[in-house]
């Protein structure tokens, strides 16, 4: 089977969400693509649904659908993505059903785990929170509420663009934090997405001609790697799991995957179930590590967010 998004191949057409069991694996790495042009990304992430874009565009940017980001004002967007860990779309009322990336090194992080490797304490006065990107007015988002097609929990957050958290929304209890608290909240969020950071594992360094499971225990971490397309490419299912640790008597997973971008490398992720953020690298100066430039495109939610 072959399965190369130059668009000559025929396996890949928009039924790919439901062949690679996309709601179950939440994000999928394809391989050795060479470079995808922006009509290309914008076809591909067409099989997901309709494309929204809220976001500047660039002038080098090759579609109005694309986000061109860069390490250099010149070539795309700079300072993207480094505010704080975060899904796409946070401040709408439907925040994007899906990402595409092409280009550009990302820590994702699978929400289901993170929310469950809570403290029963902590998660009990984080379902309480709902976030407002902006104080003033516009959509209120539950902090964690279950995942609209998988029912997994899940979590909406901007760490780096969140002005204030509503309390017991909708009851006689509701109230809105003070900027303090708000940034109380926000540091206790940062921490557990942090916490866990030194155990990254990436799969891209890992080969196979079959289709096996990796059980990453040192790390916590099961990679499925699925080579299904002979020579020409090859297709790696980042099936995020993860197992328990005790550490300091809490439980811990470490769960986080760094993407290294190799060339030809192109990911789609399920924007509600994985959050995000830029590796530090990609905004470090030209003459530090080389030009970056990344290309994102984001695909229209179908669901308003509830408890």
Known sequence: MWCNLDGQSSCLTA???????????????????????????????????????????????????????????????????????HIDGSFMAKPFAYSTYHIGDTIFAPLAEVTESLSSERRERWERLHMLSDRRGGVAQPLIYPHPITGKPTMCLHTGMTDAYVWDLDTPQERVAGSAETRQILGEIEQVFRREIGHLVYSHKVRSSVIRCLNTHDHGISVVLANACGHK???????????KQAVHSSKVR??????????????????????????????????????????????????????
Not at 38 to 45: A, E, L, N, P
Not at 61 to 74: A, G, K, M, Q, T
Not at 234 to 239: G, N, P, R, S
């Open 15 to 85: 039924g790919v969400p439901t062949q690679l069991h996309f709601c179950r694996h939440r994000l999928v790495i394809f391989r050795d693509q060479g470079a995808v042009s922006g009509q290309r990304q914008v076809d591909i992430s067409g099989w997901f649904g309709n494309l929204e874009s809220t976001f500047y565009k660039h002038p080098k940017s090759p579609h109005p659908d694309i986000f061109r980001v860069s390490n250099s004002n010149l070539e795309g967007c700079t300072g993207v993505g480094r505010t704080g860990w």
């Open 233 to 243: 490419c090859q297709v790696d299912v980042a099936h995020i799991e993860t197992r």
């Open 254 to 307: 470490s769960m986080f995957l760094l993407v290294q971008w190799q060339p030809g490398d192109f990911i789609v992720s399920d924007n509600l179930a994985v959050a995000h953020e830029a590796s530090p690298q990609t905004q470090m100066t030209v003459s530090d590590v080389g030009l970056r430039i990344m290309h994102r495109t984001t695909v229209a939610g179908q669901h308003h967010l509830h408890k």
